[in-house]
């Protein structure tokens, strides 16, 4: 199964519930009718739940019948994304995840805290030292950018979770620029939608009761992008092809640099994560 096995592992221990359909040795002539689609169940379920246990493979529920779906593993059909399924439906594998030389290409998946996707919320829950700052946003978030943000729920910061805590925040249906980007489907209107909410979130007046106390960590901005270029210089040498990208990226950083060293911020925040921007 080499990179679809992979995948679905993966995307379990992210959080995300596996559902499985399958046709496997179910003739079409035995669907016909909903007795004759138990008599095939019969025939090929203990032999499809031994595959499923025989090679380790997670799932939350199994449904039996072709299903409509964007990629199909299926030993009598040619799959279009096979080639490049990861990139296909916007999810990359950690390198060397499926026992083949990778090029460089792709940052790991955070898993600082475990989600829990519901019908119209998702529940967030992790150690304290990476929520508690988030809890803090969501409640006293200014009024000038609340739209940009998820409605928050509930949160639980009670000593008895304690190292955890947890929070609900309202459930945003849409893709996430991630997902945009890998299918280049990033357009210069779409690019400009987000850059705009960035600038409204770092020009946005606050009240003074929510002034800094003078204690900004400025830790997100030069010192991270700088880290970042280092530690994962395979990657951004392969993205920075021409001297134009060298000159804008070393301009951000000559930029970044100057706005701590001038103490401009009111509020120091996280980096701008493209899979949470919808």
């Given at each position: 199964?080499?990179?679809?096995?992979?995948?679905?592992?993966?995307?379990?221990?992210?959080?995300?519930?596996?559902?499985?359909?399958?046709?496997?040795?179910?003739?079409?002539?035995?669907?016909?009718?909903?007795?004759?689609?138990?008599?095939?169940?019969?025939?090929?379920?203990?032999?499809?739940?031994?595959?499923?246990?025989?090679?380790?493979?997670?799932?939350?529920?199994?449904?039996?019948?072709?299903?409509?779906?964007?990629?199909?593993?299926?030993?009598?059909?040619?799959?279009?994304?096979?080639?490049?399924?990861?990139?296909?439906?916007?999810?990359?594998?950690?390198?060397?995840?499926?026992?083949?030389?990778?090029?460089?290409?792709?940052?790991?998946?955070?898993?600082?805290?475990?989600?829990?996707?519901?019908?119209?919320?998702?529940?967030?829950?992790?150690?304290?030292?990476?929520?508690?700052?988030?809890?803090?946003?969501?409640?006293?978030?200014?009024?000038?950018?609340?739209?940009?943000?998820?409605?928050?729920?509930?949160?639980?910061?009670?000593?008895?979770?304690?190292?955890?805590?947890?929070?609900?925040?309202?459930?945003?249906?849409?893709?996430?620029?991630?997902?945009?980007?890998?299918?280049?489907?990033?357009?210069?209107?779409?690019?400009?939608?987000?850059?705009?909410?960035?600038?409204?979130?770092?020009?946005?007046?606050?009240?003074?009761?929510?002034?800094?106390?003078?204690?900004?960590?400025?830790?997100?901005?030069?010192?991270?992008?700088?880290?970042?270029?280092?530690?994962?210089?395979?990657?951004?040498?392969?993205?920075?092809?021409?001297?134009?990208?060298?000159?804008?990226?070393?301009?951000?950083?000559?930029?970044?640099?100057?706005?701590?060293?001038?103490?401009?911020?009111?509020?120091?925040g996280r980096d701008p994560w493209r899979p949470s921007?919808?």
């Amino acid at each position: 199964m080499g990179v679809a096995h992979q995948m679905v592992k993966d995307l379990k221990a992210q959080g995300h519930t596996i559902i499985i359909h399958t046709a496997r040795g179910m003739k079409p002539s035995k669907v016909g009718e909903q007795a004759a689609l138990g008599v095939a169940i019969a025939e090929v379920g203990c032999a499809t739940f031994k595959n499923l246990a025989e090679h380790e493979i997670p799932f939350d529920e199994i449904v039996f019948g072709k299903p409509h779906a964007d990629v199909y593993l299926d030993d009598k059909a040619v799959n279009a994304l096979s080639g490049d399924m990861d990139r296909g439906i916007g999810w990359m594998l950690a390198d060397g995840a499926s026992g083949q030389e990778v090029v460089p290409k792709n940052l790991p998946a955070r898993e600082f805290n475990k989600v829990l996707i519901m019908a119209e919320h998702v529940e967030k829950k992790g150690l304290r030292e990476y929520l508690l700052g988030e809890i803090h946003f969501y409640k006293n978030c200014p009024e000038s950018i609340k739209d940009l943000f998820p409605k928050m729920h509930d949160s639980d910061t009670s000593e008895a979770l304690t190292p955890f805590c947890s929070v609900t925040i309202e459930r945003i249906f849409g893709i996430t620029f991630t997902h945009m980007s890998i299918n280049r489907c990033v357009t210069p209107q779409r690019l400009i939608l987000v850059m705009d909410a960035l600038s409204r979130i770092h020009r946005c007046e606050l009240p003074p009761n929510q002034k800094s106390d003078g204690l900004l960590d400025y830790g997100n901005y030069y010192n991270k992008v700088k880290a970042r270029l280092t530690q994962h210089s395979d990657v951004y040498t392969s993205l920075l092809a021409s001297e134009a990208d060298h000159r804008e990226v070393q301009r951000l950083l000559t930029y970044l640099k100057a706005y701590e060293s001038q103490q401009r911020a009111f509020h120091c925040g996280r980096d701008p994560w493209r899979p949470s921007v919808q």
